[in-house]
């Protein structure tokens, strides 16, 4: 492999993914094992789900990397100090983890006003909060101190257009997404010093099963087309390729901003 490709060049760098088992988050996982990343995806799903799961992740496994996955809760905090733990033992001397991709989607689609649903509560905003923002630095924290992170090391997080745009029932996640934003830039600095890189990528409207939990997402992704010189949606691939720009060693001198990727739709 070109030295210049990605900063998986020696075959001893893991990308570690957070929510990778659907959607944006294992649309990465495919593409950064294409590129020769080893692939360590963290995920919760039930049961009933495993199958479709399972079958995703033995494709990954076609691309002759490393692969391991953990079906536990990562916003827990005793499960992820044992995870880290597991890592720890499975790692090789030589091996680090270079990518970190947070891809948490667990948030309460609730309005704040209704006569017939459950508004949002102050608890509500806190797990929301907690799960797709605070998580982001809880895992970063927890990775350094335990010195699995490489030299140069890369953390990707996704935002939304609701980040400065209100939505009905998206309140809680808007808080998040804005929080997780700063949160971001302020990891970028100061964690500069450890040859860490962090942004966040503003995808567009995608069809994923995330977001087809939000209430109107139907009207969303009509409104989406009309406005996308492009005439379509933002796909998980089109994501995944950006993650992977950015863990290219040309891409090293990006740290604490936010992409957009959208094909323009934000444009109007």
């Not at 002759?64 to 890592?87: C, G, M, T, W």
């Not at 090789?92 to 309005?111: C, D, F, Q, Y």
């Not at 567009?204 to 997402?217: C, L, Q, V, Y």
């Amino acid at each position: 492999m070109n030295s210049t490709k990605s900063i998986a060049v020696a075959k001893n760098v893991w990308a570690l993914i957070l929510g990778g088992s659907h959607g944006i988050g294992l649309a990465t996982a495919k593409k950064l094992a294409a590129e020769g990343f080893n692939i360590c995806i963290v995920h919760r799903d039930r049961r009933s789900d495993l199958e479709v799961v399972n079958r995703n992740f033995k494709e990954i496994t076609l691309s002759a990397i490393k692969f391991k996955s953990y079906n536990i809760d990562a916003v827990n905090p005793l499960k992820r100090k044992e995870l880290i733990q597991d890592i720890k033992t499975c790692l090789l001397p030589n091996e680090k983890i270079g990518v970190l991709v947070h891809s948490i989607a667990k948030g309460n689609l609730k309005p704040m006003l209704s006569d017939k649903e459950k508004e949002l509560d102050n608890q509500d905003f806190h797990l929301t909060l907690d799960a797709m923002a605070l998580s982001l630095y809880d895992w970063t924290k927890a990775l350094i101190v335990n010195a699995l992170f490489a030299e140069d090391t890369r953390i990707i997080s996704f935002t939304s257009e609701g980040n400065s745009k209100a939505w009905a029932n998206y309140g809680a996640v808007s808080v998040a997404k804005a929080a997780l934003e700063a949160l971001m830039r302020n990891m970028a600095l100061e964690f500069a010093p450890l040859g860490i890189k962090v942004n966040c990528i503003q995808a567009g409207i995608t069809d994923t099963r995330s977001f087809k939990m939000i209430p109107g997402s139907n009207k969303l992704k009509e409104n989406a087309l009309i406005r996308n010189p492009n005439l379509r949606l933002t796909k998980p691939k089109d994501i995944a390729n950006v993650v992977y720009l950015l863990c290219r060693k040309e891409a090293q001198w990006i740290t604490g901003t936010v992409i957009k990727v959208d094909g323009g739709e934000s444009l109007r």
